[in-house]
């Protein structure tokens, strides 16, 4: 018999402290990544090693933040589509008092729409507070296509969601418009830093990232990405700290840039997906509650802001991993040697041999 009840338990593991200043936040943390992959808590420590050897840490910069939700209508025909679509652009104050009559904390701070032949795909977003804001975005857009199809000829329903949104899918524009907190990180690591703790060099790094992030994912097609391995941090930091995981799928959308600097290594990995929030669905684990407290994401701050320095942590945490890959992978035989060491004794202490 089944327990309704029963938790899938994911080790978890404390790494850092990384520092990060920028926009949002001037910190030094630890941070939570819960995974299988034991590999992955030294090298993102070892990429938050360098974070706390750089004079300002990993610059973390927060340039937009919104969650989305696409409905779709069909019209009479494409003219009906394109005067609707119109109507409704010029109509949006109107629009953004119907989201205040159900959510405190929503606000419609843009719409965009699609037309294709008679089907009109109309993109809501929104502000959502500390809530990473997918069933406040969900509610707000149920009550839009509601007073809508009242208020406007010629339209009726098709979906509340017309993933023109788009949610949990890899698409070109989320990579261009975005979904969620937009951040992109920086870091300059001296070039005694790079050779004592990454054991590589400025300008093998910047090879290896052009001929492996950008020409590797642009050779496999790739959509509005090129980097190294996004979703492995973004994964475990999303299980600690009560996520919808499956949102890395849109995540792990983001690119890895590297620069040599005369010797010193200018590292930046831009995130426009990370969708994070302090309070709502997941956020009322035991363990959670503890996690977002440790982070201090649970203090007593202007709406929004907790979500906020949530999400430049994560998108620092990532920093770090794809930094130390990118420097184990420059060297033959790191990786594997690292997985194969630590792998086996990760097992060799679960059963005791």
């Not at 802001?305 to 060297?331: D, K, M, P, W």
């Amino acid at each position: 018999m089944t327990d309704a009840h029963a938790v899938a338990g994911v080790p978890m593991r404390w790494v850092g402290p990384l520092r990060i200043s920028g926009n949002v936040s001037n910190t030094e943390t630890q941070v939570p990544l819960a995974t299988y992959e034991s590999p992955l808590w030294p090298s993102v420590g070892r990429g938050a090693k360098v974070s706390m050897l750089a004079e300002q840490g990993i610059v973390a910069t927060l340039v937009d933040e919104r969650m989305t939700r696409s409905v779709l209508v069909e019209a009479t025909d494409a003219q009906t589509a394109y005067v609707t679509a119109q109507t409704i652009q010029a109509r949006i104050d109107e629009l953004r008092e119907v989201v205040r009559t159900c959510s405190r904390f929503a606000q419609l701070i843009g719409i965009r729409h699609e037309i294709t032949a008679n089907l009109l795909f109309i993109r809501f977003e929104f502000s959502t507070g500390d809530a990473s804001g997918h069933n406040m975005a969900t509610l707000a857009s149920d009550a839009l296509l509601t007073h809508l199809l009242q208020t406007l000829p010629g339209i009726s329903y098709g979906s509340i969601s017309g993933n023109y949104c788009t949610d949990k899918k890899a698409t070109a524009i989320n990579g261009i418009l975005g979904r969620g907190k937009n951040v992109v990180t920086e870091l300059l690591v001296p070039r005694d830093v790079v050779a004592d703790v990454l054991r590589t060099s400025a300008a093998k790094v910047v090879q290896l990232n052009i001929r492996k992030n950008l020409l590797g994912t642009l050779l496999a097609g790739g959509i509005r990405s090129a980097n190294a391995h996004f979703a492995n941090m973004l994964l475990g930091f999303y299980l600690a700290t009560g996520q919808d995981a499956a949102n890395i799928v849109e995540g792990s959308q983001g690119v890895t840039m590297a620069e040599d600097r005369d010797g010193d290594l200018y590292f930046s990995c831009t995130l426009p997906n990370l969708i994070v929030g302090t309070v709502g669905n997941g956020k009322g684990l035991g363990f959670v509650e503890t996690n977002l407290a440790r982070l201090g994401c649970k203090a007593e701050r202007e709406p929004g802001e907790n979500a906020r320095r949530l999400a430049v942590i994560a998108a620092a945490t990532v920093l770090c991993g794809e930094l130390s890959l990118l420097a184990a992978q420059t060297n033959p035989g790191e990786l594997m040697h690292a997985h194969v060491q630590l792998e086996r004794d990760n097992t060799t202490a679960k059963v005791g041999v």
